[in-house]
């Protein structure tokens, strides 16, 4: 069984089509969805329900929407190392219309991390460390995700990381954001991000470059499947389109199946399958 720790952002996700007309007063009726989220909080479900022993580090607020999270993680038999701080449990709100998301974050209580939360002994007989991107944008949290690097690197760990949206990289600095990471082994940008992170725009290229800096990953293309690589090896996967869903979260689902593969000795063709197919089982979900 793979042991895997995942530290970053635990959110409530609120899941909305944005109507073609919204009225500045009154009410309108759309479809909502709430569901448990967080970049690294997905990753850890899935991770855990494709088999591996997974540690969640993370903080939420000490309201009803932080019990939930954690019992959502408790849940899935994932074991919450969570702070709990006296602030709103983060909120991510997606607004979905005509195949464009908009995303409304209230960061919250992920911000009450630091590096004393990480304890060592948290890592022991632990495999792997996945990063949520979004923790090495915040002061607070990329002292934590420091301190859990060097933490995984002392014990031979690998580490992967899923990036956070191109804009906020390119706000960051991609050079700054490329600094970070130095030590990441295994990465899973989606189209506009490894454009951001390479300076490239053509998906073999993109791969090209960042396989020069990491040795394994997916580049996620949305409708048209993903293009994954480990060292000079290279695998194409197509998907089916899933339409009139809001795709938030398919791409944690897809690092988590494909970081699960791997550990367990897949190769780069099965790992990118599983991959894709988590995420379309995601999607297939909400769509029902």
Request: contains cysteine.
């Amino acid at each position: 069984m793979s042991r895997i720790v995942v530290l970053g952002d635990l959110n409530l996700d609120v899941l909305a089509a944005l109507p073609e007309s919204v009225p500045l007063e009154g009410e309108v009726r759309t479809s909502i969805q709430v569901v448990p989220g967080g970049s690294a909080g997905r990753f850890a479900r899935t991770a855990a329900r494709e088999g591996a022993e997974v540690t969640f580090i993370g903080c939420v607020g000490d309201d009803l929407a932080g019990e939930l999270l954690v019992r959502s993680l408790q849940g899935e038999k994932i074991k919450p190392r969570v702070k709990r701080v006296d602030s709103p449990t983060g909120t991510i709100v997606a607004l979905e219309q005509g195949g464009r998301r908009t995303m409304l974050c209230s960061r919250g209580a992920n911000e009450g991390i630091d590096a004393a939360w990480v304890k060592e002994a948290w890592f022991f007989d632990a495999q792997h460390l996945h990063l949520s991107g979004y923790a090495l944008l915040s002061p607070s949290q990329r002292e934590a995700a420091h301190r859990a690097i060097d933490t995984g690197r002392a014990r031979g760990m690998t580490i992967s990381l899923d990036p956070p949206p191109a804009n906020l990289i390119r706000a960051f600095g991609v050079a700054h954001f490329l600094e970070e990471l130095s030590a990441v082994d295994w990465l899973f940008p989606n189209l506009e991000e490894g454009r951001a992170l390479s300076g490239e725009q053509v998906p073999d290229r993109i791969v090209a470059a960042l396989a020069s800096t990491f040795s394994a990953g997916a580049l996620t293309l949305g409708e048209d499947g993903s293009l994954a690589w480990r060292g000079v090896e290279r695998d194409r996967c197509g998907v089916e389109d899933i339409e009139c869903v809001s795709p938030t979260g398919a791409g944690d689902a897809f690092a988590a199946g494909f970081v699960v593969s791997l550990l367990g000795g897949a190769s780069l063709h099965t790992a990118n399958r599983r991959a894709n197919g988590l995420a379309r089982r995601l999607l297939r979900d909400r769509k029902s």
